[in-house]
């Protein structure tokens, strides 16, 4: 079964660190670039960053740019969000997604989603 | 990148056909054809409906459909069902290399 499990969230202080963890399992990992989106409590989708496949390239929107890093260990499986410089609009559900491969090519879009890990940032 | 907009809440009967409209800019619905749609049950992860505006992946009813015009994507459900009610995203790839999500849209099944 293709899937993705989030990890690691939690209460942290305004101005922590927290590096959440994604585990990929029924698909092979290295060939899919991959992306975290969030969800604050009872709000809308919120895209917060992308990861290629091989790790070579990053991106990330400007609400987390210079706070928030992404990376991959393709050999485990797993994608990492680092997290720092926490503040309370960055309590959210954070989710893990999978670039949609639609059998001809690559496309801008998110196919496998986990179920996420709530992050809480407050004193 | 400010997020896409999309009306708070439509509403339909059972059978009947509904369209959420995403408005956007220039940057990102108007200048690429890389629009997609999610739809969202309650404590659920998204799911994606609609992807590069208007095709849909394996295993997704062809009563969701999409199309788009200038800044505006739009999404349409004809054959409106009871499961049908949940939240709608729409998200389009911008002009930053990533991607900007809609408000959101909650559809009732009256």
């Known amino acids: 079964e293709v899937q993705l499990v989030e990890s690691g969230g939690g209460l942290v202080q305004p101005g922590g660190s927290l590096r959440l963890s994604c585990a990929a399992s029924?698909?092979?990992?290295?060939?899919?670039?991959m992306h975290w989106v969030r969800q604050a409590p009872g709000k809308g989708l919120e895209y917060v960053s992308a990861i290629s496949s091989n790790g070579g390239s990053t991106y990330y929107a400007n609400s987390v740019k210079g706070r928030f890093t992404i990376s991959r260990d393709n050999s485990k499986n797993t994608l990492y969000l680092q997290m720092g410089s926490l503040r309370a609009e960055d309590t959210a559900v954070y989710h893990c997604?999978?670039?949609?491969?639609?059998?001809?090519?690559?496309?801008?879009?998110?196919?496998?989603w986990g179920q996420g890990t709530m992050v809480t940032v407050s004193s | 990148q400010s997020a896409l907009t999309q009306p708070a809440s439509v509403s339909g009967s059972p059978g009947q056909s509904i369209t959420i409209s995403c408005t956007g800019t220039?940057?990102?619905?108007?200048?690429?054809?890389?629009v997609s749609w999610y739809q969202q049950h309650p404590g659920k992860a998204p799911k994606l409906m609609i992807y590069?505006?208007?095709k849909r992946p394996s295993g997704v009813s062809n009563r969701f459909s999409g199309s788009k015009s200038g800044n505006t994507a739009s999404l349409t459900m004809s054959g409106l069902q009871a499961e049908d009610e949940a939240d709608y995203y729409c998200?389009?790839?911008?002009?930053?290399?990533?991607?900007?999500f809609g408000t959101g849209t909650k559809v009732t099944v009256l």
């Open positions: 998200s389009s790839y911008t002009s930053s290399n990533t991607y900007v």
């Open positions: 029924g698909f092979t990992f290295s060939s899919y670039a």
């Open positions: 220039s940057s990102d619905v108007g200048g690429y054809n890389y």
């Open positions: 590069d505006v208007s």
């Open positions: 997604a999978r670039d949609y491969y639609d059998g001809s090519g690559w496309r801008d879009a998110f196919d496998i």
